[in-house]
């Protein structure tokens, strides 16, 4: 996963009217633990990864710390890749970036 990425992952995780409720985070379940093997995922899963790190592991909003350990997992140790980051994720994330992204993480998505 390269830092450009992480960075789209993480507008997807932050905007409150992106909807991941129906996205499927479970290829990334122990992403942290020794001995996890790199998976491939779409942006949408990283993005709900990171809003479950930041809401649910370390309470609501959005945590420097959670997302920096998050980051290191999936960018510097690069356990995962990012299958469809060219098309359509893209087109979504240069949508979010049009807008500004305020208020915390949606914890419901």
């Avoid at 370390?58 to 959670?66: S, V």
């Avoid at 299958?83 to 914890?107: F, H, P, Q």
Wanted: charged share 25%.
């Amino acid at each position: 996963m390269s830092p450009l990425e992480w960075a789209g992952a993480c507008r997807l995780a932050f905007d409150r009217d992106t909807d991941l409720s129906s996205v499927s985070d479970e290829p990334l379940h122990g992403c942290g633990l020794p001995g996890f093997k790199p998976v491939q995922v779409t942006m949408q899963q990283v993005a709900k990864l990171i809003r479950w790190q930041c809401c649910y592991i370390f309470g609501p909003g959005h945590d420097a710390e959670a997302l920096e350990e998050t980051r290191r997992l999936l960018v510097t140790l690069r356990r995962a890749t990012i299958l469809d980051s060219k098309e359509t994720d893209y087109k979504l994330i240069m949508a979010i970036s049009a807008r500004r992204l305020l208020g915390e993480v949606n914890c419901d998505g």
